[in-house]
């Protein structure tokens, strides 16, 4: 069965729009095989239970529910006296008894009466018959018992409710939120110790080419060092997946064999690079098809045509293509939102927005290109981005020096200088 066969068939794919001949009919657009990715991947179920500091960075396989009001009782925003607001006049000045203190953690046991106030510290339980707190600043103690206070309050003023920032029983996250440092703080307000959040994503990857030689190691004639598995290495720890680097594997079906049976056992995801075009030492593909299941193989993007998804046992296979920018590109565009959509989190489209472009770009309809970028802020808070130089899929140091990918859609065509373009920023 032809690749072509396979996704008309089986996977109803669609493909790229106003092709020209460098991209075949079949060639797939890039909305559509995520479309395709989305519809495939679907969430770990395996949750575990962490204790809380553990659960930083890590998604929700539980929603969280308060069990009861944050704050848990109303109370003092600041350090002053507490008193009923009746009492507070409107042009002239008045004296009130103090009756007593009220600090966070030790309640002012009494009740407050008009023309009576609780000297009160910020946190603590407003006193039975307070409503209102005056600020120590903006009184006069004149003495151990009486305080001066003047006009230009308001009733109900320094007073935080019970609840009113979670009031019992609300939702406050769903499952498949990844947690931030924020939502520690909230979690740890409703006194939970530990909570249930997904497993982590095991990816293995390799890379693959009797070229390349990993950091470390000498090289002979024609050799190159391995930088794609630094890259991915870069990316994944980034996503907070577990991380099997299984290394280089040489360009022989059996050793490409050997190392997708071991990584398909080991892993949810296996990545590799190069091997996936169609010269003579590319055994990707016909291995893929031989022991798992291709989806699609054709992009229309650049980089990244190349493009490799497919099944192998339980595991998703991504074969991304050789040359390194190639590599970080179809990682951000397609790997990346399926690990996170694996991860239990919801998917997410990349953040993008748009920045007046200062170079003429040239492109052709019919595919989505992915240009390099730096963008600044100007003054009045536009954005601009320029192009970073040489944009070839080999030129790694563009993806160093570049804050952003310049995102050209299908449809569009060239660029001029002065003209909006949607850039996604890089981090
Ligand atoms: P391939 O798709 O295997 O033909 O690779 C395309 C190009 O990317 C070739 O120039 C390879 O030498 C280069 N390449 C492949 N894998 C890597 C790697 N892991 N690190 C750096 N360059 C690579
Ligand atoms: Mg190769």
Redesign the pocket.
């Known amino acids: 069965m032809s690749d072509r066969t396979v996704n008309r068939s089986a996977n109803r794919i669609e493909t790229a729009e106003n092709c020209d001949s460098e991209f075949e009919s079949d060639w797939i657009a890039v909305e559509a095989a995520l479309a395709h990715i989305k519809q495939h991947v679907k969430p770990l179920t395996d949750a575990i239970k962490r204790p809380l500091r553990d659960c930083l960075g890590q998604v929700l396989a539980q929603s969280i529910i308060s069990p009861i009001d944050v704050p848990g009782h109303t109370n003092s925003a600041m350090d002053g006296y507490a008193l009923k607001g009746a009492d507070l006049p409107d042009n002239d000045v008045v004296s009130l008894r103090i009756l007593g203190r009220a600090m966070a953690g030790a309640a002012f046991p009494g009740t407050c009466e008009s023309g009576e106030c609780v000297r009160i510290m910020t946190g603590a339980i407003m006193p039975a018959g307070t409503d209102s707190v005056v600020m120590q600043e903006q009184s006069e103690l004149l003495d151990d018992t009486t305080v001066k206070i003047g006009s230009g309050h308001r009733q109900g003023q320094n007073v935080r409710y019970a609840g009113e920032d979670i009031a019992t029983g609300s939702e406050v996250f769903k499952a498949g939120r990844r947690i931030k440092a924020a939502d520690l703080g909230v979690i740890a307000s409703f006194g939970f110790a530990e909570i249930s959040v997904k497993r982590k994503v095991r990816v293995a990857f390799f890379?693959?080419?009797d070229?390349?030689r990993s950091a470390g190691e000498t090289l002979g004639d024609g050799q190159?060092?391995?930088?794609?598995?630094y890259t991915l290495f870069g990316m994944l720890t980034e996503l907070d997946v577990e991380i099997l680097d299984m290394g280089?594997v040489v360009d022989q079906p059996g050793a490409v064999a050997q190392a997708f049976e071991q990584a398909s056992q080991m892993a949810d995801v296996v990545i590799t690079?190069?091997?996936?075009?169609v010269?003579e030492?590319?055994y990707i593909k016909p291995t893929l098809r031989k022991m798992g299941n291709i989806n699609f193989w054709k992009i229309a993007m650049k980089p990244g045509r190349?493009l490799t998804y497919g099944q192998l046992g339980n595991a998703h296979f991504f074969g991304l293509?050789?040359?390194?920018v190639a590599?970080m590109v179809t990682f951000l565009q397609f790997v990346k939102p399926a690990l996170q959509r694996l991860s239990g989190e919801a998917f997410k489209a990349p953040f993008r927005v748009k920045a007046v472009c200062q170079n003429d770009i040239r492109k052709r309809p019919g595919r989505t290109e992915y240009q390099r970028g730096i963008y600044t802020q100007l003054d009045d808070g536009t954005l601009s981005v320029e192009l970073t130089g040489r944009q070839g899929s080999?030129i790694l140091s563009s993806m160093s020096e570049a804050n952003c990918l310049i995102v050209l859609h299908d449809k569009q065509g060239s660029v001029a200088q002065g003209n909006m373009v949607l850039i996604e920023p890089l981090s």
């Open positions: 890379s693959t080419g070229e390349l190159i060092y391995d930088s794609n598995r280089v690079s190069g091997g996936v075009s010269g030492a590319d190349p293509p050789g040359n390194p590599v080999g």
